[in-house]
Protein backbone atom coordinates (compact mmCIF):
# COMPACT_ATOMS: atom_id res chain seq x y z
CA UNK A 1 0.00 0.00 0.00
CA UNK A 2 1.35 2.89 -1.35
CA UNK A 3 0.91 6.08 0.94
CA UNK A 4 2.43 9.64 0.43
CA UNK A 5 2.52 12.54 2.88
CA UNK A 6 3.14 15.95 2.47
CA UNK A 7 4.64 18.54 4.28
CA UNK A 8 5.94 22.06 4.99
CA UNK A 9 2.84 24.32 4.37
CA UNK A 10 1.99 27.27 5.98
CA UNK A 11 1.23 30.95 5.97
CA UNK A 12 3.83 32.99 4.80
CA UNK A 13 4.41 36.85 3.41
CA UNK A 14 4.14 37.30 -0.51
CA UNK A 15 7.35 37.36 -1.51
CA UNK A 16 8.78 34.75 0.95
CA UNK A 17 9.72 31.08 0.43
CA UNK A 18 8.58 27.90 1.16
CA UNK A 19 9.51 24.48 0.75
CA UNK A 20 7.08 21.55 0.72
CA UNK A 21 8.28 17.68 1.33
CA UNK A 22 6.38 14.77 0.50
CA UNK A 23 7.33 11.16 1.84
CA UNK A 24 6.74 8.06 -0.05
CA UNK A 25 5.94 4.93 1.44
CA UNK A 26 5.36 1.45 0.39
CA UNK A 27 5.56 -2.28 1.33
CA UNK A 28 8.07 -4.62 -0.64
CA UNK A 29 6.69 -4.57 -3.91
CA UNK A 30 6.51 -0.38 -4.19
CA UNK A 31 9.84 1.08 -4.52
CA UNK A 32 9.86 5.10 -4.68
CA UNK A 33 12.83 4.38 -7.03
CA UNK A 34 11.16 3.76 -10.00
CA UNK A 35 7.93 6.08 -9.25
CA UNK A 36 7.74 9.10 -11.52
CA UNK A 37 6.23 12.21 -8.79
CA UNK A 38 4.61 15.48 -9.63
CA UNK A 39 2.96 18.57 -7.50
CA UNK A 40 -0.69 19.87 -8.32
CA UNK A 41 -2.41 22.71 -6.60
CA UNK A 42 -5.92 23.49 -5.72
CA UNK A 43 -6.97 27.12 -4.60
CA UNK A 44 -10.48 27.37 -3.41
CA UNK A 45 -13.59 27.10 -6.24
CA UNK A 46 -10.47 26.29 -9.03
CA UNK A 47 -9.90 23.07 -10.11
CA UNK A 48 -6.47 21.13 -9.25
CA UNK A 49 -3.75 22.22 -11.53
CA UNK A 50 -0.41 21.35 -12.48
CA UNK A 51 2.73 22.54 -10.62
CA UNK A 52 5.78 20.27 -11.91
CA UNK A 53 6.35 16.55 -12.03
CA UNK A 54 10.34 14.80 -12.11
CA UNK A 55 11.39 11.58 -13.63
CA UNK A 56 12.18 9.01 -11.11
CA UNK A 57 15.58 8.82 -12.31
CA UNK A 58 15.75 13.08 -11.45
CA UNK A 59 16.71 13.86 -14.83
CA UNK A 60 13.73 15.05 -16.46
CA UNK A 61 11.39 17.57 -15.14
CA UNK A 62 8.18 19.36 -16.31
CA UNK A 63 6.73 22.86 -14.94
CA UNK A 64 3.67 24.23 -14.95
CA UNK A 65 3.01 27.58 -15.85
CA UNK A 66 1.62 28.97 -12.75
CA UNK A 67 4.99 28.84 -10.68
CA UNK A 68 7.37 28.63 -13.44
CA UNK A 69 10.86 30.21 -12.77
CA UNK A 70 9.92 30.39 -8.91
CA UNK A 71 9.92 26.82 -8.45
CA UNK A 72 12.28 23.84 -7.93
CA UNK A 73 11.50 19.96 -7.45
CA UNK A 74 14.11 17.59 -6.10
CA UNK A 75 14.04 14.08 -5.23
CA UNK A 76 16.57 11.84 -3.23
CA UNK A 77 15.99 8.34 -3.72
CA UNK A 78 17.77 6.97 -0.85
CA UNK A 79 15.34 9.06 1.23
CA UNK A 80 11.84 8.14 -0.52
CA UNK A 81 11.53 12.18 -1.04
CA UNK A 82 10.93 14.98 -3.14
CA UNK A 83 10.57 18.40 -2.32
CA UNK A 84 9.43 21.20 -4.07
CA UNK A 85 10.72 24.38 -3.41
CA UNK A 86 8.73 28.09 -4.56
CA UNK A 87 10.66 31.40 -3.94
CA UNK A 88 8.69 34.80 -4.31
CA UNK A 89 5.65 33.10 -3.53
CA UNK A 90 2.31 35.67 -4.42
CA UNK A 91 -1.12 35.79 -2.88
CA UNK A 92 -2.09 33.89 -5.92
CA UNK A 93 -0.05 30.72 -4.98
CA UNK A 94 -2.90 30.12 -2.28
CA UNK A 95 -3.85 26.69 -3.14
CA UNK A 96 -3.75 23.35 -0.84
CA UNK A 97 -0.30 21.72 -2.43
CA UNK A 98 -1.05 17.88 -3.65
CA UNK A 99 2.13 15.19 -4.46
CA UNK A 100 1.29 12.35 -6.73
CA UNK A 101 3.36 9.41 -8.05
CA UNK A 102 2.78 7.55 -11.36
CA UNK A 103 4.57 4.57 -12.68
CA UNK A 104 3.86 4.45 -16.79
CA UNK A 105 6.39 5.72 -18.53
CA UNK A 106 7.66 9.54 -17.99
CA UNK A 107 6.76 11.59 -20.73
CA UNK A 108 4.48 14.88 -21.33
CA UNK A 109 1.36 12.88 -19.87
CA UNK A 110 3.06 13.54 -16.33
CA UNK A 111 1.88 17.27 -16.52
CA UNK A 112 -2.22 15.68 -16.73
CA UNK A 113 -3.93 13.92 -13.58
CA UNK A 114 -3.81 10.45 -15.96
CA UNK A 115 -0.20 8.64 -14.82
CA UNK A 116 -0.80 9.73 -11.50
CA UNK A 117 -2.47 6.35 -9.61
CA UNK A 118 -1.33 7.54 -5.86
CA UNK A 119 -2.02 10.97 -4.18
CA UNK A 120 -1.47 12.33 -0.82
CA UNK A 121 -3.88 14.42 1.07
CA UNK A 122 -2.51 17.80 0.61
CA UNK A 123 -1.10 20.42 2.47
CA UNK A 124 -2.33 24.26 2.33
CA UNK A 125 0.19 27.26 1.40
CA UNK A 126 -1.42 30.43 2.01
CA UNK A 127 0.30 33.55 1.17
CA UNK A 128 -1.06 36.67 2.52
CA UNK A 129 -0.28 40.17 0.60
Known amino acids: QVRLVESGGGLVQAGGSLRLSCVFSGDSYDSFTGVNMGWFRQAPGKEREFVTS????????YFGDSLKGRLAISRDNDKNTVWLQMNSLKPEDTAVYYCAAGTIYYGPTYRTEFPYRYWGQGTQVTVSS
Open 54 to 61: IRWSGDTT
